[in-house]
């Protein structure tokens, strides 16, 4: 199997290469009926992030130990304590390198609407430097935890 994606027990997929509109046999784009003449809903992804499929496997780590420190926080733990800081110290780099992704992908995703529709790309945009905001916000955070 020559997709990197592909781990055993997987069915196997035949997949399709992305097409440029109006690719299908020197016609317009191949859409059902009932969305022709709409603009179009989506863009193809042609390079994906390397941790894409990890996303989940680096967020939900970091979600779950963020929960620990929060709740031990509102329980009247120190924000100085062993628990607190342990909790930081693990879930803050993960939660870094999977929204760092994660800007990426919006980043590229705005950069390919932007031929196709404009507004579209601006709007993606808007999310990456809200995402560098909240990414900020978080290194900042993590900062103030771990110099308590």
Known sequence: MEDERHEPGMPVLDRQAARAPGAAAGRGP?????????????????????????????????LVLGAIAITALELGVPLDSP??????????????????????????????WMPVDRGKGLFRLAWVAAGLLLYALLLGAAWLVLAA
């Open 30 to 62: 191949v859409v059902p009926p009932s969305l022709a003449g709409l603009p179009p809903r989506s863009v193809p992804e042609t390079r994906p992030t390397p941790l894409q499929k990890h996303y989940v496997l680096l967020s939900a780590p970091a």
């Open 83 to 112: 628990l607190v800081k342990g909790c930081v110290l693990v879930a803050a780099p993960l939660l870094a390198v999977a929204n760092a992704d994660a800007i990426v992908r919006i980043w590229r995703s705005a950069w390919a």
